[in-house]
């Protein structure tokens, strides 16, 4: 059998099929693991319900320990399809994201808080507009992402949630912040490590993948993304840029 692959040329014209092949590959083991394994979390969240209807009243000195058992096992349930679907979009990010186009501020907002609506007691306002420019499914997903990042660390019912967007283009600064307990400054980058969150698991049911998912985007994108440090003593601002332009402002010569 002759390899034909050590003649010149024919290497290299193989090679750009095998990332392609690899990323297919890597879709179908994520749709697979993704798929079987919700499955079984959604079985762990209803069974609890069905034990609790057979096992019937309990003595009362037992009663609420069994109630509060069943109750944890549902929220580390719920945390693991959170999870889940959490690392599937993030390693989506590139790979099915929609074509390149330019959309309005308010308009991807609107899609991200149906992705990721606000619980009652939570407000949500904008402050300037204009127009982003990407993927627009991408666009949607770091948005909300960052909407659900911000009620999830909330340590209070009610909460203030603002975005501020200046510039003219083409690359716009944008400001996300929220008015929760804030983020110690010697955590402000080890926040956007993949899984990694600053509660413990028990009182949050966060999959930590928001802010990296958020990061993998803004980058994607040409921005960069951080903590900002502010003088307030509570709340937390995301200071990043994302390529775009406001017809309302005069674009800057470069």
């Known amino acids: 059998m002759i390899d034909d692959t050590s003649r010149p040329g024919v290497a290299s014209a193989a090679r750009p099929a095998q990332p392609a092949a690899a990323s297919a590959e890597l879709e179908e083991f994520l749709y697979i693991i993704t798929h079987d394994l919700r499955a079984a979390f959604r079985a762990f969240q ?14 009362p000195d037992r009663a ?35 074509s390149l186009g330019e959309h ?10 149906i992705q990721s609506p606000l619980p009652r007691g939570f407000s949500f306002s904008i402050e300037g507009g204009g127009l982003l420019s990407g993927p627009g499914n991408e666009l949607v997903l770091l948005f909300a992402a960052l909407l659900s990042n911000a009620v999830k660390h909330h340590d209070r019912e009610n909460g203030r949630i603002t975005l501020k967007v200046s510039g003219a283009g083409p690359m716009r600064q944008l400001r996300f912040s929220d008015d929760g307990p ?17 509660r413990p698991r028990d009182d ?17 994108l040409g921005g960069e993304i951080a903590v900002a440090r ?22 800057r010569l470069n």
């Open 46 to 59: 209803t069974i609890p319900e069905w034990i609790e209807e057979d096992m019937g009243p309990l003595p």
């Open 64 to 98: 609420a320990a069994v109630e509060a058992h069943l109750a944890m096992l549902m929220t580390q349930a719920r945390r693991c399809d959170r999870m889940l679907l959490d690392l599937r979009d993030y390693s989506r990010i590139g790979r099915r994201a929609d």
């Open 104 to 113: 309005p501020v308010d308009a991807v907002l609107s899609q991200a808080l």
């Open 182 to 198: 804030g983020i110690p400054a010697q955590f402000h980058e080890a926040v956007f490590d993949p899984l990694r969150t600053l």
């Open 204 to 220: 949050c049911e966060g999959s930590g993948m928001g802010l990296p998912i958020a990061r993998k985007i803004v980058r994607r």
């Open 230 to 251: 502010t003088a307030a003593p509570r709340g937390t601002t995301l200071a990043f840029t994302l390529p775009g332009h406001d017809p309302a402002q005069p674009a």
